[in-house]
Nanobody, 128 residues
Framework: QLVESGGGSVQAGGSLRLSCAVSVSSANDYCLGWFRQASGKEREGVAAIDADGSTSYADSVKGRFTISKGYPKNTLYLQMTNLKPEDTAMYYC????????????????????????YGQGTQVTVSS
């Protein structure tokens, strides 16, 4: 089970930190990721972190978003800074069905296919 929280409405340039409670035996053993979907647009992989802590980011968020895992609790975070109106979307945390690298997880999250488990999402709205 994956439960996201932390979304909200902010002005451009603001920050938010999203959290995801991951109900698996040990989140540290899995590659986890965040993807987003804006209204009328395709799913976009945002960030991923693998079991070794390696990360991968979409070009659109590099330098602004940071993905991390919480210890010892099974929590995934997405720190978002310098938010832009184009970041407005529903954000989901996800676990792929297969054990993938961070780069592969980012790719499958953007693939549009059935790639893994994800939660209900949390809405992020950025106003200009």
């Amino acid at each position: 089970q994956l439960v996201e929280s932390g979304g909200g409405s902010v002005q451009a340039g603001g920050s938010l930190r999203l959290s995801c409670a991951v109900s698996v035996s040990s989140a540290n053993d899995y590659c986890l990721g965040w993807f987003r979907q804006a209204s009328g647009k395709e799913r976009e992989g945002v960030a991923a972190i693998d079991a070794d802590g390696s990360t991968s980011y979409a070009d659109s968020v590099k330098g602004r978003f940071t993905i991390s895992k919480g210890y010892p609790k099974n929590t995934l975070y997405l720190q978002m800074t310098n938010l832009k109106p184009e970041d407005t979307a529903m954000y989901y945390c996800a676990v792929p069905y297969q054990d993938l690298s961070a780069t592969e997880t980012l790719r499958v999250m953007s693939s549009g296919g059935d790639f893994g488990y994800y939660g209900q999402g949390t809405q992020v709205t950025v106003s200009s």
